[in-house]
C-alpha cells in the first residue's frame, strides 16, 4: 500500500515512524513484562499448578498467605537481610564515593576495583564466596585462625548463615552506589566548598553540612533502590544455602521459587509474588512521602 | 494521539500473540497428521518418538548405543532426543507446560505428581495385550511406587540401591574387621566410632543429605514416613523416634558424621572426602563405579550391603521412564519403552555398570556380579529386592521433603531433640497431606 496515496498529515506520519521505531522494545516489553505481568496477576486468583487447567478461587491464596507461617518467617528473613545490607552498604559506598572523589592519585583504578563486583555474574561471586567461607579450607577462617581469633561457622550454622550473605552482598554492591554517589557528588558545585573553607569549616563540617544535604536526592535514590532490590534478593541463596540451614536464610523470593516450581502451587506463588510488590510499594511510598515532608520544611 | 498510541500497542501485542500460539499450533498439528496416516506397517513410513535424555556422558551414551539398537530393528521408528539437562525437573514441567513435551518422559521420583495431575498415560492396557512383556520380572516395591489408584504410570530403567563403600586401609589401621554383608547397626557404629579421628579431619561416616538416606534408616529400624493408606503421616511411632534418635547420635552425640551444615559449608562431595581418606565410609549407589574405575583409589576399599536392624531395607536412585498421555504414537511409545526395559536394554544398562538393571533378570545382574568391581559388587545386587521408596507414592512429595529436612537439620545441628523434631515433623506433614 503507497502510503502518499492515504493522504495523512506529516504529524501523523511522524508519529506513526515513531512507533515504528520504538515498537521493538515495546513488543519486548509486552511479551517480556506486560504480559507476565498480568498473566500472574491472573494466576494469583486461581489454584494453578502449572500444568492442569487452573480453577478460579477468589482471594482463597492471599487469604491464605496471612496464616502462612513459613511466608511470614520468609517475610521477616528478608527484612533482616534488607536492615543488613541497605543502611551499611549504602554508608560505606557514600564514605568510599567521597573519598575517591578526592583528587587522590590512580582514583581510577581504586573505582575500578570497587565497580569491578558489580559486573561480575553473582553466580561465580556466591560461588567463590562461599569458598572464602568455607569453615576448614576458607580464606576467611584460615586469615582469622592466624589471628587467633573466633573462626564463626558461618554458612554452617543457622545464626551465622544470613550475616555471611549480608557481607557478601555489601561487598558485592558496594560499587553500584558508588557510582551513583560519585555522579551526586561532581553536582556539587565548588565553590560551596570554597566558600565553607574560607569560613573555616573543617572536612568534617563540611562533610555533614555540605555533602550530605545536597546528595539528598541521590541518598534517596540509593535508598529505594537498595531496599528494592534487597526484597528481591534470591541468587546467593540459592547459590551458597538453598534457604537453610534450617530455613534460616529462605528469603521471599526463594520461598516462591520453591511453591511455583517445586511444590507445584503457582497461583499460590504468583499471589506472593504480588503481595512482596505491595510491600515495595508501600515501602518506596512512605520514602518518597518523608522526603517531600523535609523539602516543605 | 493517546488512542492511536493505544491502538498501535494493542496491535502490536494481538500481532505478538497470534504469532506466538499460531506458530506453535501449526508445527505440533503438522508433524502429527502425516505419521498417523500411515500407521504401522508400512516399512516406508516412519514415526518419530521423542524421548528424554538426560545425566552424564557415559548415560547417554548407553541410551543411545540402546536407542541405536532398537531403530536398527525398527527401522520405522526413529527415536529423537530431548535433552533435559541437570535441572530435570524443572525442564520437564516447563516442556509440559509449554505444550511440546517428548513423547517418553525422564523421570527420576515425579511419577506420582505427574501422574495425579493427568499428564501421564496408564501403562496397564499395553502391558495387559503385550504377552511380550513380563511385569512380573521387575521388583514389586518400586513397580508399587509408581501407581495411583491401582494404575500403573511408569516402568523403571536403571536401579541403584545404596550400599555402603568403604576404605580397607583405614579399617586395617584400627583394628577393625572388614563389614560383612549380615553386619548390624551395633557394628556400624562401633565401626564409625573408631575410625572417627578429629585431629586428623577423619569422619567415620557421612550421613548424606543426598535424596531420602535419612529414610533408609527410619525403615532399617521399622519405622516409615506414612500410614498405608498414604493418608497421614506415621513418623509419630516409637519406632522413628528410636531412629531420630539414631541419626541424632550419629551426627551429634557421637558426631562420628558431619552435619548437614558442615557438608554444605565443606562443599566437597562424599566420594572427594572418602578419596582423600578423609572418610572412611559414606553411603552411595552405583554410580560411584565409573569414576572409581577411571581414576583408581589410592587404597584398598570395597562396598557392603546397609547394616541391619528390624530389617535390610535401603533407597536407591531411580530412573523411570513414563509416556506422555498426548503423544501422538502410543503404539511406538510404547515398543520403544519395552525395549528399553527389556532384556536387550538392561544387559546394556549392566554393560555400562552405572547402575542395575531395574528388573530382575538373571542374565544381566550376572554381568554385574562378573564384573568383580569392586569385589563384593554382588552387594548391590542383593539389596535391590529390599529397595523401598516410600516417598515416590505421595503426590505432594517435594513440599514434604522441604519440611521435613528442615526437621531433620534443627535437630542434626544439635537445635533441637528427637522428641520435638518427631513432634515438629508429624504436625506439618499432616498439615501438608490435609491440604
Known amino acids: 500500500m503507497n502510503l502518499k496515496s492515504l493522504k495523512i498529515p506529516t504529524s501523523m506520519k511522524e508519529t506513526l515512524w515513531a512507533y515504528v521505531f520504538i515498537s521493538p522494545i515495546m513488543l519486548g516489553f509486552a511479551v517480556f513484562m506486560l504480559y507476565p505481568l498480568s498473566a500472574s496477576l491472573y494466576l494469583s486468583f486461581t489454584n494453578s499448578d502449572g500444568i492442569t487447567v487452573a480453577g478460579f478461587v477468589g482471594f482463597d491464596n492471599y487469604v491464605k498467605l496471612m496464616s502462612d507461617k513459613d511466608f511470614i518467617k520468609s517475610l521477616f528473613v528478608t527484612a533482616y537481610y534488607t536492615l543488613g545490607t541497605v543502611p551499611i552498604g549504602t554508608g560505606l559506598a557514600l564514605i568510599v564515593a567521597v573519598i575517591l572523589n578526592a583528587k587522590i592519585r590512580f582514583t581510577t583504578i581504586y573505582r575500578s576495583a570497587f565497580f569491578l563486583p558489580v559486573i561480575t555474574s553473582m553466580v561465580a561471586v556466591a560461588t567463590v564466596w562461599k569458598w572464602l567461607y568455607n569453615t576448614d579450607y576458607g580464606l576467611i577462617n584460615a586469615f582469622l585462625m592466624n589471628l587467633g581469633l573466633y573462626e564463626p561457622p558461618w554458612l554452617a550454622s543457622d545464626k551465622w548463615a544470613m550475616p555471611a550473605i549480608i557481607m557478601m552482598s555489601i561487598w558485592k554492591g558496594i560499587g553500584f552506589n558508588m557510582v551513583l554517589f560519585l555522579a551526586g557528588l561532581q553536582g556539587i558545585s565548588p565553590t560551596i566548598y570554597e566558600a565553607a573553607k574560607i569560613d573555616g569549616a573543617n572536612g568534617l563540617r563540611r562533610f555533614v553540612h555540605i555533602t550530605i544535604p545536597l546528595l539528598r536526592n541521590t541518598t534517596l535514590f540509593v535508598f529505594i533502590i537498595a531496599i528494592i532490590s534487597s526484597f528481591q534478593v534470591f541468587d546467593q541463596v540459592f547459590i551458597m544455602t538453598k534457604g537453610g540451614p534450617a530455613k534460616s536464610t529462605t528469603v521471599i523470593i526463594y520461598y516462591i521459587y520453591q511453591n511455583a516450581f517445586q511444590f507445584f502451587k503457582q497461583g499460590y506463588a504468583s499471589a506472593m509474588g504480588y503481595v512482596l510488590f505491595a510491600i515495595i510499594f508501600v515501602i518506596t511510598m512512605v520514602q518518597l512521602k518523608i522526603s517531600n515532608r523535609k523539602d516543605v520544611n | ?435
Request: hydrophobic share 40%; net charge negative; with cysteine.
Open chain 2, 1 to 435: 494521539m493517546k488512542k492511536f498510541s493505544l491502538i498501535a500497542m494493542g496491535f502490536v501485542l494481538l500481532v505478538g500473540l497470534l504469532t506466538g500460539c499460531g506458530g506453535n499450533a501449526n508445527s505440533t498439528k503438522g508433524n502429527d497428521t502425516e505419521p498417523v496416516n500411515k500407521g504401522e506397517g508400512n516399512s516406508g513410513a516412519s514415526v518419530t518418538i521423542k524421548m528424554a535424555i538426560s545425566g552424564s556422558e557415559q548415560e547417554q551414551k548407553l541410551r543411545y548405543e540402546t536407542a541405536d539398537l532398537f531403530m536398527k530393528d525398527h527401522p520405522n521408528i526413529k527415536i529423537e532426543w530431548v535433552d533435559i539437562g541437570n535441572e530435570r525437573y524443572q525442564k520437564t514441567l516447563t516442556l509440559i507446560s509449554g505444550g511440546n513435551p517428548p513423547d517418553i518422559l525422564y523421570i527420576n521420583d515425579w511419577t506420582l505428581p505427574l501422574a495425579t495431575r493427568g499428564v501421564l498415560m496408564p501403562l496397564d492396557d499395553f502391558i495387559k495385550e503385550d504377552h511380550s512383556f513380563n511385569l512380573d520380572e521387575f521388583y514389586p516395591s518400586i513397580i508399587d511406587a509408581y501407581k495411583l489408584d491401582g494404575k500403573l504410570y511408569g516402568l523403571p530403567q536403571d536401579l541403584s540401591p545404596t550400599v555402603i563403600y568403604y576404605n580397607k586401609d583405614l579399617f586395617d589401621q584400627a583394628n577393625l574387621p572388614y563389614p560383612a554383608d549380615d553386619w548390624t547397626q551395633d557394628d556400624f557404629i562401633t565401626a564409625a566410632k573408631k575410625l572417627t579421628n578429629p585431629a586428623k579431619k577423619q569422619y567415620g561416616f557421612i550421613l548424606s543429605t543426598w535424596n531420602t538416606e535419612y529414610d533408609g534408616w527410619m525403615l532399617r529400624n521399622g519405622a516409615s514416613l506414612f500410614t498405608p493408606d498414604l493418608k497421614k503421616s506415621a513418623v509419630d511411632s516409637p519406632e522413628a523416634l528410636k531412629a531420630l534418635q539414631l541419626l541424632k547420635q550419629i551426627v551429634v552425640d557421637d558426631h562420628v558424621s558431619p552435619n548437614p551444615a558442615e557438608i554444605q559449608a565443606m562443599g566437597q562431595y562424599d566420594y572427594a572426602l572418602f578419596r582423600n581418606r578423609q572418610l572412611a565410609m559414606f553411603s552411595s549407589g552405583l554410580w560411584q563405579l565409573p569414576g572409581f574405575k577411571a581414576e583408581p583409589l589410592p587404597f584398598k576399599w570395597d562396598v557392603v550391603r546397609m547394616p541391619k536392624q528390624v530389617n535390610q531395607a535401603t533407597k536407591a536412585g531411580v530412573l523411570s521412564w513414563s509416556i506422555h498421555k498426548d503423544t501422538k504414537h502410543p503404539k511406538e511409545a510404547w515398543e520403544v519403552l519395552k525395549f528399553f526395559v527389556g532384556h536387550e536394554g538392561m544387559k546394556l544398562v549392566a554393560k555400562y555398570s552405572m547402575a542395575l538393571p531395574a528388573s530382575d533378570v538373571k542374565e544381566a545382574n550376572q554381568i554385574i556380579i562378573d564384573s568383580k568391581f569392586p569385589v563384593n559388587v554382588k552387594a548391590f545386587v542383593d539389596s535391590a529386592p529390599l529397595v523401598n521408596m516410600e516417598e515416590f507414592r505421595h503426590p505432594k512429595w517435594s513440599e514434604l521433603s522441604v519440611a521435613i529436612n528442615e526437621q531433620l537439620d534443627r535437630m542434626l545441628i544439635g537445635n533441637q531433640s528427637p522428641e520435638d523434631t518427631q513432634k515438629n515433623m508429624f504436625a506439618k506433614m499432616n498439615e501438608i497431606m490435609a491440604e
